[in-house]
């Protein structure tokens, strides 16, 4: 028996129109959503997820505010940018790009934005928020992540949940969603400093791998059954390695392929964001 596929592709598209709906709605009513992106440097990598971004954007009728600056700008520049955001309303929700080139400082940038216009869900006051169980953006990949496993009824409710990986914006962040009543899920974070991955990996009723290791979780360490994101992304030879050996494939009942999986999830969230910002202004 090979595991099904969590086909984040197809989840992503049928959001998408679902989202295009709600779009639609909200420009009944005189509202454009308008999703802003601020790239810094001419880093080929974060230009693709940036156009990628607006080209999202057109398919569910958002609108698109790009801002660029060259590599050389100051922190000045960036955050005169970010200012100006915060004041636009065309801009219902907007991204900084991360990384930021070599010489700037993305924590005084992020922390200037307006939180009730971060369409990433990481600034501090929407984890803040979000540990507090305050209404707010969440971020996107766990996000993407719970909606992709909600949607082929995988129970999260009751699960052994386990996350590899301590970054902010997955491993950080996921067990504060997941821990929620509405999810109800276990959560172990496991990361460099855990002495036996085998043991909790064992255990796990749902793996999060997002390491960044590749093929960090082998056949042999996972539960029969278990459901397996792989979030991982490393390069081998212009091809994405993913944190996922293969063989998990025999072992696991539901994997997320990678590409396919998980990214196109984030993409989806993103949008969703934006919407139910714009939403939540129409409303008061
Ligand atoms: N402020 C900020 N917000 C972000 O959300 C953010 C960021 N900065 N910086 C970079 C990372 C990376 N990221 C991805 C999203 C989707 C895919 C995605 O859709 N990937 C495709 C394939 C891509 C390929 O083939 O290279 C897939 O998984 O199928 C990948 C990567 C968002 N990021």
Redo the contacts with the bound molecule.
């Keep these: 028996m090979t595991a099904q596929i969590l086909d984040?592709?197809a989840t992503a598209a049928a959001i998408k129109s679902e989202l295009a709906v709600r779009v639609a709605a909200l420009k009944e009513r005189g509202i454009v959503p308008g999703l802003g992106t601020v790239l810094v440097g001419d880093d080929p990598?974060?230009r693709?997820?940036v156009n990628?971004k607006h080209k999202d954007c057109a398919e569910v009728g958002i609108a698109s505010i790009q801002r660029e600056l060259p590599a050389t700008a100051s922190q000045q520049d960036v955050e005169d940018v970010v200012r100006e955001l915060n004041a636009d309303p065309a801009c219902t929700g907007y991204?900084?790009?991360?990384?930021l080139p070599k010489g700037l400082d993305p924590n005084p940038v992020l922390e200037l934005m307006d939180p009730d216009k971060d369409?990433?869900g990481?600034h501090p006051t929407s984890l803040g928020r979000l540990a507090l169980g305050i209404e707010g953006p969440l971020p996107?990949?766990p996000l993407g992540i719970v909606e992709l496993l909600r949607r082929h009824q995988v129970e999260i409710n009751g699960a052994e949940v386990v996350v590899l990986g301590r970054g902010v914006?997955v491993g950080r962040s996921i067990g504060l969603l997941l821990t929620r009543k509405s999810e109800n899920a276990t959560v172990t974070l496991c990361h460099t400093g855990t002495r036996d991955l085998a043991y909790h990996l064992r255990k796990a009723d749902i793996v999060v791998a997002a390491a960044g290791v590749p093929h960090l979780v082998k056949p042999e360490d996972v539960k029969p059954g278990a459901a397996v994101l792989d979030v991982g992304?490393s390069r081998s030879e212009g091809k994405?390695v993913g944190d996922v050996h293969p063989g998990v494939a025999e072992v696991a009942a539901w994997i997320s392929?990678?590409?396919?999986?998980?990214?196109?999830m984030?993409?989806a969230m993103?949008l969703n964001n934006i919407v139910v910002a714009a939403e939540r202004r129409a409303d008061g």
């Excluded at 991204?95 to 990384?99: D, G, K, M, R, Y």
């Excluded at 392929?257 to 196109?264: D, E, K, L, Q, S």
């Design positions: 984040g592709k990598g974060s693709w997820y990628g991204i900084v790009q991360l990384p369409a990433d990481l996107c990949t914006t992304v994405i392929p990678n590409p396919g999986g998980v990214g196109p984030t993409r993103l």
